[in-house]
């Protein structure tokens, strides 16, 4: 069992390019949280989903930002129009179970975006 | 709404010696707590969980306490070695069926050889 695998490691964009950002959760998870933690700051949830449907999405900024989490294949946070305030780790976490505490989630080892 | 402070932000001390990380909430209807190990350019890894009906949880040299009514909870690392060095994050589910954690800044620990 891999853990949570989130890819690309590190990417870095130019300001008003796209970034997308991927996390396959554990084997057998299918609840899914995306975090951000901008530099010197804590974790911020974000979003809250479980396949094919976005249970929370309270902690996602209104505009260019997106998560999906399809039936087959990975989940995914879309940035578009990428500004240097976006610049962050993203981390992806997995349950198998609602209520994040009611079974300890495994988060993923990060995406570190740099937008120059 | 729920904010997470953590006390020392960083923290440097002779390995051997036994350490208290503090974690306090504004808000004390929480689901539960959590104290998380941060390594860098790695995940999180969870170390505790504390239901918000327990008052403690222990995990081998570690002890988490949970006072949910004066909003805090406390981190014990006994016997404190190198490999203990991270950063040690607090975090807080919301009753009331929320799903997100409210994560503190984390503590910065260096344990010196």
């Known amino acids: 069992n891999a853990g949570v695998m989130q890819n690309p490691r590190h990417l870095v964009r130019r300001r008003g390019q796209e970034a997308r950002l991927r996390c396959s959760p554990m084997?057998?998870?299918?609840?899914v949280y995306w975090y951000r933690q901008l530099p010197e700051e804590g974790l911020k949830f974000m979003v809250y989903?479980?396949?094919?449907?976005?249970?929370?999405e309270s902690g996602m900024p209104k505009e260019r930002f997106s998560a999906e989490f399809p039936k087959e294949g990975p989940s995914i946070l879309r940035i578009q129009q990428v500004v240097r305030g976006d610049s962050a780790a993203y981390f992806c976490?997995?349950?198998?179970?609602?209520?994040?505490?009611?079974?300890?989630?495994?988060f993923g080892a990060g995406s570190r975006l740099t937008v120059l | 709404k729920q904010e997470v402070t953590q006390i020392p932000a960083a923290l440097s001390v002779p390995e051997g010696e036994n350490l208290v990380l503090n974690c306090s909430f504004t808000?004390?209807?929480?689901?539960?707590l959590q104290w998380f190990r941060q390594d860098p350019g790695k995940g999180l890894t969870s170390l505790l969980l504390?239901?918000?009906?327990?008052r403690e949880q222990t995990s081998g040299r570690l002890n988490a306490s949970l006072d949910k009514s004066s909003g805090r909870s406390t981190l014990y690392i006994a016997a404190s070695q190198p490999g203990d060095s991270a950063t040690y994050l607090c975090?807080?589910?919301?009753?009331?069926?929320?799903?997100?954690?409210?994560f503190g800044k984390g503590t910065h620990l260096i344990i010196q050889p």
């Open positions: 976490a997995s349950g198998w179970g609602s209520r994040s505490g009611a079974n300890v989630l495994t």
């Open positions: 084997k057998g998870h299918s609840h």
């Open positions: 989903l479980q396949k094919e449907n976005i249970i929370d």
């Open positions: 808000d004390s209807a929480i689901y539960n």
């Open positions: 504390i239901q918000s009906s327990q």
């Open positions: 975090a807080v589910l919301r009753g009331g069926g929320a799903d997100g954690l409210t």
